[in-house]
């Protein structure tokens, strides 16, 4: 079970908690996922987005568990001019309540076409 825990005194914005309380017994924690499909890199960073949720979610179904379990959110991205992209295409894709999420911009992934990496820690 996860809750949400925003202190009045802390701005929350809406598209994450400032603290997530877990109280399940199993705990996943999901390796960085990338926005690489079958056919390789997304071109650009709403694509590249919408593969790394999709493998997010992936690895989340096969431990048994979905975005509602996810207690803990890393997202990196290579360019903060792909910021307003990455919401575009993922906003909506995300758990709700949102967990807790740090959004860092970094110099570089493993491999130079790649633009977004995600990595997750979830709760049941």
């Known amino acids: 079970m996860l809750r949400a825990v925003n202190p009045p005194s802390v701005p929350a914005p809406p598209f994450l908690s400032q603290g997530i309380e877990a109280t399940g017994t199993r705990t996943l924690y999901v390796s960085g996922q990338v926005g690489v499909g079958p056919q390789g890199p997304g071109k650009d960073i709403g694509e590249q987005a919408t593969l790394a949720i999709a493998n997010l979610n992936a690895v989340l179904a096969e431990g048994g568990m979905t975005g ?57």
Do not use: W
């Not at 360019?79 to 909506?92: E, T």
């Not at 309540?97 to 990595?119: D, F, K, S, V």
């Open 68 to 124: 509602a379990n996810i207690a803990k959110l890393t997202i990196y991205l290579t360019d903060p001019a792909n910021i307003p992209g990455f919401m575009a295409a993922a906003g909506g894709a995300l758990p709700a309540p949102p967990p807790a999420t740090t959004l860092l911009i970094i110099a570089g992934l493993a491999a130079p076409e790649l633009l977004i990496e995600i990595e997750a820690i979830a709760v049941a």
